[in-house]
């Protein structure tokens, strides 16, 4: 069954390291949304797109998280560099139509640990 | 801005009937939805209300009034297999994406 899928699941790295964050959307949908979950903060949104174009990435960090879609079935989350303050769950999601006029499907995430 | 509003945690009984209300302020309404998330897993989707009145979906109902800015969703006939996170979501007007709320953590006890 369709679904979306991420890698890696898990990833461990160190103050100062680059991290990258794939994401496989659902063939046939044309938004994917990247949210950052935390105990405190819950789920927030850090960027999304719309037929591979970037709509709003105002959620995001800009001197460290960079977000791209190099093909409709790739999306890619960078942090460079990464800090400890990163550590969380990061969660892709896709949907088909407009986007906010779409049920998102989540992909299971990855879990980030920056030490 | 938007604001969404949830309890944090709850506890109920297996077997029993639980209501986790949400409370929404936000610019403009197009919709809102629950998603179930159990601990290490991703969130899915549970319902979508864009009306006012009850949803029914098996043993999950979710109930929406737009003038009162509320919702809650309602699960009847507690599981074990209930004890999850939930969360109400706001769709608002343009194109942006949903706004979630901190969700609430169900516990269902035996």
């Known amino acids: 069954d369709a679904r979306v899928t991420q890698t890696p699941r898990d990833k461990v790295t160190e103050m100062g390291q680059e991290v990258t964050m794939r994401c496989q959307p659902i063939?046939?949908?044309?938004?994917v949304f990247w949210y950052r979950q935390t105990m405190m903060q819950g789920l927030e949104l850090l960027a999304y797109?719309?037929?591979?174009?970037?709509?709003?990435d105002s959620g995001m960090p800009k001197d460290r998280f960079s977000a791209e879609m190099p093909d409709a079935t790739l999306a890619t989350l960078k942090i460079q560099p990464s800090e400890p303050r990163d550590s969380a769950v990061y969660f892709c999601?896709?949907?088909?139509?407009?986007?906010?006029?779409?049920?998102?499907?989540f992909g299971p995430g990855t879990r980030l640990l920056v030490l | 801005g938007q604001n969404i509003d949830q309890p944090t945690e709850m506890t109920a009984t297996e077997g029993a009937i639980v209501q986790i209300n949400c409370t929404y302020q936000?610019?403009?309404?197009?919709?809102l939805f629950w998603y179930q998330q159990h601990a290490g897993e991703a969130p899915t989707f549970l319902s979508y209300?864009?009306?006012?009145g009850l949803e029914e979906k098996g043993r999950f109902s979710s109930f929406l009034s737009r003038s009162k800015g509320y919702s809650y969703l309602l699960l009847k006939e507690l599981q074990m297999k209930d004890s999850a996170s939930y969360l109400c979501?706001?769709?608002?007007?343009?194109?942006?994406?949903?706004?979630f709320g901190k969700g609430t953590r169900l516990s269902v006890i035996a």
């Open positions: 063939l046939g949908h044309n938004t």
């Open positions: 209300n864009v009306l006012d």
């Open positions: 979501a706001v769709r608002v007007p343009g194109n942006t994406p949903l706004v």
């Open positions: 936000t610019s403009g309404f197009n919709g």
């Open positions: 999601a896709s949907g088909l139509g407009q986007a906010g006029a779409e049920t998102q499907y």
């Open positions: 797109f719309r037929n591979r174009a970037p709509l709003d």
